[in-house]
């Protein structure tokens, strides 16, 4: 069992290095950074750094992700950010989890800034809901399960992995490893850590409430200072 990691970027010059250069290991197959239309040198550097990079047909973190799953090459998919670091042994782990029948699963999440109320977010991660799903803890999923639940959905533009995540259980057991994977606190430095959180809770209620993407969106990049919405 070989592992496809698939990276999708949008301007990620300053992560997308450290990021490649954690990914060692004799499992992985092949690293395959998405880019949505960078202005800066990401895709540059990702080459440099080793990984197979593909120019987008669409710009959107659920298209990009689609588009590089079509032209992977292993059976298991693991998506993860370009501002994430998995732990150590990841590959080993999610390999363990598929042998004992997990076709699925993420990681834990901490945050790269140490502070009391991050923590506490990050605790509830070690549970299995989907309420606690976020797309920073990253995703590993059988190739042929990704494609019997249909993909992502590329209308989602925020979200998109909550979304996947509730059609894969439909298909496969679904493990969080008890490990975490290390994330960027830089929205939440940016916009403040009790504003920023208020925000995400605010979209997920929004979300599950049955409000439009567009609506989402618009709430996201009003409250929230950023170039981008991936």
């Known amino acids: 069992m070989k592992i496809s990691v698939i990276i999708p970027t949008y301007n990620e010059a300053s ?14 197959v092949e690293i ?3 880019d949505g239309g960078s202005t800066d040198n990401t895709t540059e550097i990702a080459t440099n750094a080793g990984a197979k990079v593909i120019n987008c047909s669409q710009k959107g973190r659920a298209a990009q992700m689609n588009e590089a799953a079509t032209m992977a090459t ?10 994430t670091i998995p732990p150590k042994s990841f590959s080993t782990d999610i390999l363990q989890a598929v042998a004992a029948g997990y076709n699925s699963g993420c990681f834990q999440l901490k945050f790269d800034y140490l502070h009391w109320f991050l923590k506490l977010n990050c605790w509830f991660t070690r549970f299995n809901l989907n309420c606690f ?11 042929q399960v990704f494609l019997q639940c249909g993909r992502f959905n590329e209308n989602c533009i925020v979200l998109e992995d909550q979304e ?3 059609r894969i ?6 493990l969080v490893i008890q490990k975490p994977v290390i994330t960027s606190a830089r929205k939440y430095l940016c916009n403040g850590i009790f504003k920023t959180q208020a925000v995400f809770y605010l979209i997920y209620a929004l979300y599950w409430l049955g409000f439009s993407q ?4 618009q709430v996201y990049c009003k409250l929230l200072r950023q170039d981008k919405v991936l």
């Not at 292993?74 to 501002?83: K, S």
């Not at 259980?169 to 679904?174: A, C, D, E, I, V």
């Open 32 to 34: 395959i950074v998405a």
């Open 169 to 174: 259980r439909k298909h496969s057991k679904f």
């Open 74 to 83: 292993g059976p298991i998919l693991y998506f993860l950010h370009a501002d």
């Open 15 to 28: 992560q997308i290095e450290k990021t490649i250069s954690y990914l060692t290991s004799p499992h992985i």
């Open 214 to 217: 567009r609506i989402l969106v």
């Open 133 to 143: 799903r976020f797309g920073d803890q990253s995703l590993f999923v059988n190739k």
């Open 164 to 166: 996947i995540i509730s």
